[in-house]
């Protein structure tokens, strides 16, 4: 039986949770723009998202896609012999947010480990947080499960802590 966490760790549990929530929104929001670009990018498309330069403030510059660029191939192991170049100038957004998602993946992995360290769980959790910053929409699923279920394993721990008689010391008679 795993251990319970420690009543004096409540205050850092709510503030590792707070946290983990607003860590799971942001990477949550990343991956989802994350996905439209690459869905932009390796579908037929072949387009990636530009501020400034001769485009204009935010446009679309086109992709040219090498042979062997088929979009099925993202999809098969060994497939690399993929070049793409983009034509575009300017500040590269799509470059961004992949850069963006990946850096704040990390801090998403802290607030996961913080929350999974204080409440003690599994090992098994852990992973299953985690890939919450790497499957889409699982991250917003799982914030709503864990922010439920460690209010409520607070809220319960505490009700039952209240109601436990403190027994006198024994040197009041």
Do not use: Q
Request: proline fraction near 6%.
């Amino acid at each position: 039986m795993p251990r319970a966490p420690k009543l004096a760790s409540f205050p850092a549990i709510r503030g590792a949770l707070r946290f983990y929530e607003i860590c799971s929104t942001i990477t949550g929001i990343g991956l989802l723009l994350l996905v439209a670009e690459m869905i932009l990018k390796y579908t037929p498309l072949h387009v990636e998202l530009f501020a400034g330069g001769s485009g204009g403030a935010l446009w679309f510059a086109p992709v040219i896609a090498g042979p062997g660029c088929e979009w099925w191939s993202l999809f098969l192991p060994m497939t690399n012999d993929c070049e793409m170049t983009s034509v575009g100038d300017g500040f590269n957004i799509s470059l961004f947010i992949l850069v963006a998602h990946g850096w704040f993946y990390v801090v998403y992995l802290f607030s996961c480990f913080r929350i999974w360290s204080l409440m003690r769980w599994p090992f098994g959790r852990f992973i299953v947080l985690a890939l919450g910053g790497v499957v889409p929409l699982l991250s917003f699923f799982m914030e709503a499960r864990v922010a439920r279920e460690v209010r409520g394993y607070l809220a319960e721990r505490e009700a039952s802590e209240a109601s436990v008689p403190v027994p006198a010391a024994e040197g009041s008679r």
